[in-house]
């Protein structure tokens, strides 16, 4: 006769996405192409920099049934040295799409804010879209970035309420209303209205 | 409304599937819908 504990079979327990406590969301998904290239970036990127994850991503990351060539990535304007060492972290396993030279990377793109793009080695698509925080919604994103625990993999992105309404009224093409949409179904139960609402209001302006 | 293509009525379409599949996300294990999220995300890269 099996013990209860071997007779449950915890491993075979199917894992619905959850909010926890700690404001932080748990999944169990299998990770695709898109999924595997964000986590191992983040994995390099997060020894060096606070970050944050927003837009067309954050969507697909919860089930949006579409593909990206970009995922967009904010991060807080860094000081020339930690940017270099940075690259010099990134080299390992990314090349950058828009030059070789990180000084002229950092000078006549980051401080211009124009992203710059990172992918694979040799492999242009899918590519990380890196770009100083300038607004106040960018900082917005950072401030109330929201974690997400994949297995023992995590990363940040943005809140979703924040992401909602900005693709609803700023970018607010189809594919934004799409997926502004399914964000909100997903997450029907865990949006915080009034927030929503606020920035709504603070996009409208 | 264009004579060959009615975009309000096809946005209206695409946004009833894209609710009828979030519901499916949030209503199925992670593993179950991701599996089919792989396919056509690993596919179009």
């Known amino acids: 006769m099996p013990s209860s504990k071997n007779h449950l079979n915890l491993d075979r327990i199917p894992v619905r996405m959850e909010f ?6 748990k999944m169990d998904k299998v990770l695709n192409k898109l999924d595997k290239f964000v986590l191992d970036f983040v994995k390099v990127l ?3 920099t606070d970050y944050v994850i927003v837009s067309g991503y954050v ?3 919860f089930g949006r049934s579409r593909a990206t060539e970009d995922i967009d990535l904010l991060v807080p304007k860094m ?6 060492k940075l690259f010099k972290d990134l080299r390992t396993g990314f090349e ?10 950092y000078q006549d793109y980051l401080c211009k804010n124009i992203a710059i793009r990172f992918s694979r080695k040799g492999k242009p698509i899918p590519n990380m879209e890196f770009k100083f925080a300038k607004t106040i919604v960018d900082y917005e994103s950072l401030k109330e970035k929201l974690l997400v625990r994949i297995g023992k993999k995590e990363l940040f992105i943005s809140s979703l309420e924040l992401q909602i309404a900005f693709k609803e009224i700023v ?24 927030k929503l609402k606020e920035y709504e209001r603070l996009l409208k302006k | 409304m264009n004579k060959w293509f009615d975009k309000k009525k096809n946005m209206k379409e695409r946004l009833e599937f894209v ?16 599996e089919q999220q792989k396919v056509i995300i690993d596919s179009q890269l």
């Not at chain 1, 000081?79 to 270099?84: G, P, R, S, T, V």
């Not at chain 1, 950058?96 to 990377?105: A, I, T, V």
């Open chain 1, 46 to 48: 997060k020894k060096h």
């Open chain 1, 20 to 25: 926890l406590k700690d404001q932080s969301i």
């Open chain 2, 19 to 34: 609710r009828f599949w979030a519901k499916y996300v949030r209503e199925h294990p992670d593993k179950e819908w991701s």
């Open chain 1, 59 to 61: 969507s697909i990351l």
């Open chain 1, 96 to 105: 950058c799409l828009n030059s070789l030279d990180p000084k002229k990377l």
């Open chain 1, 79 to 84: 000081q020339e040295q930690a940017f270099l």
């Open chain 1, 171 to 194: 970018l607010g093409s189809d594919k934004d209303l799409e997926d502004a949409e399914h964000l909100k179904t997903v997450f029907e139960k865990h949006l915080n209205m009034h």
